[in-house]
């Protein structure tokens, strides 16, 4: 079953003026499946995964661009970089707009590769799990999520509400088109699966990496830190391996689309800034699996609520520009006071607070730290609190109440 995607208008105009167009995101977040149903029947599939093809494509590129020809949908790049040069001679011969489009699901040493080769050439646009939106059928409706813009309040306006156990059992089930799509799929059986071929497939051709029980419980020690501020020095010891190697680990799972880091805000005006990132997995089925919770009910109830709540919202967000083909330029306000801002939108030079809180009727309160952006000496426009509200109604002139469903 396939729905339709909000990055889909953006794909095609973007694929109309680069010749090479590179999907990257995690392992089935939908990219191949977003690509065939973009394709026409004269673009040809070819999928690195098998074996022989992926030999031939190593072994020999030039006979490999003799047997598939152009337009050309080729899947798992990253496992056959040979094949870059030769697409780079031949984009370079026609300028044809469109001519490759190619699928990565990770990049830990792929993106060097791509930007040496085919740098002016490759249009790299970012795909997630499923919205919220694009799960309602609505994935062509959806705006890049900025509060006070008219396309996203009339967007705002017309947003259908869940009950907050109808939203945690979303964000148990998780953004995975084939799990979150699919209701009569055994969770725990596709998140562990999911996990051993994520391990197979992407961590074990690292050198660093050997030993998978220790892989896994540094991944179940990183879900239990979504939500909060990253401490390398916490996450080493509850892992059991040293600082320097959760560095590493932890960028793995930034680079393979598991882990989004949300950035301090850094002015040169005030120097008590926190420069600590945030952690946030991207997709919160994952992170719930990997944290143990085994019903939506014991997820909503429990410690690890509030924290889940602001990675499924943190995240929805992230779609929202992304899947538009914005540049998500995000970050989090934290000063040594403890003086904390859960996110700020920075877009045209102008700031927008929000804070993100699991309650369904916040009040002025819950904003008042938003009056710290004054020394900043920056431009604040609209912000809101995200929250479990059933409706969107003002908490001060420029400041909105609104409801988790209305941020993708």
């Known amino acids: 079953m396939y729905v339709t ?26 990219k191949t499946t977003f690509l065939k149903h973009l394709s026409t029947e004269n673009r040809t599939y070819v999928s690195l995964d098998d074996p022989l093809i992926l030999n031939l494509a190593k072994e020999d590129p030039a006979l490999f661009f003799q047997r598939f020809s152009s337009p050309l949908l080729i899947d798992e790049i990253q496992y056959a970089p040979e094949l870059l040069p030769y ?76 009950k907050a156990g109808d939203l945690f059992h979303i964000i148990r089930r998780g953004s995975f088109p084939a799990i979150a799509l ?30 998978d029980m220790r892989f896994l419980r540094f991944l179940r020690a990183a879900a239990a830190r979504s939500g909060q501020l990253l401490n390398y020095t916490d996450l080493a010891r509850d892992a059991d391996v ?28 005030t120097k008590r800034l926190v420069k600590t990132p945030k952690l946030y997995f991207l997709d919160t089925g994952l992170c719930s699996w990997l944290t143990q919770w085994n019903t939506s009910e014991a997820l909503e109830a429990g410690a690890f609520s509030g924290p889940v709540f602001e990675t499924w919202v943190v995240s929805e967000i992230l779609k929202s520009w992304q899947h538009n083909g914005r540049k998500a330029t995000f ?13 700020l939108i920075l877009n045209d030079g102008i700031l927008h607070p929000f804070e993100i809180k699991k309650s369904a009727s916040p009040g002025k309160r819950t904003v008042r730290h938003f009056q710290a952006l004054e020394k900043l000496n920056m431009p604040v426009g609209h912000g809101g609190v995200i929250c479990l509200a059933q409706q ?11 409801p988790a469903c209305a941020v993708s």
């Open 242 to 269: 040293s600082p320097n190697t959760a560095k590493s680990w932890l960028s793995v799972l930034v680079a393979s689309g598991m882990v989004y880091l949300l950035e301090p805000y850094h002015s040169n005006i």
């Open 87 to 162: 697409i780079k001679m031949d984009v370079d011969q026609t300028g044809e707009p469109g001519r490759y489009w190619l699928t990565r699901s990770q990049h830990f040493h792929m993106m060097k590769d791509v930007s040496e080769s085919l740098a002016g050439r490759v249009g790299i646009v970012n795909l997630h799990g499923l919205s919220f939106r694009e799960r309602t059928s609505r994935g062509s409706e959806a705006c890049v999520f900025l509060p006070g813009k008219k396309h996203y309040m009339e967007q705002l306006s017309s947003t259908r509400c869940l």
């Open 5 to 30: 995607r909000t990055l889909e208008s953006f794909f095609r105009n973007a694929s109309n003026q680069f010749p090479v167009m590179l999907v990257t995101g995690a392992r089935q977040v939908g």
């Open 392 to 402: 969107s109604i003002p908490l001060t002139d420029t400041i909105t109440i609104i």
């Open 331 to 343: 970050y989090f306000y934290r000063d040594k006071d403890k003086t904390e801002i859960d996110l």
């Open 182 to 211: 699919n209701n009569q799929m055994d969770w725990d059986l596709f998140y562990s699966s999911y996990l051993q071929t994520y391990l197979q497939r992407d961590i074990h051709d690292l050198k660093n990496i050997g030993d």
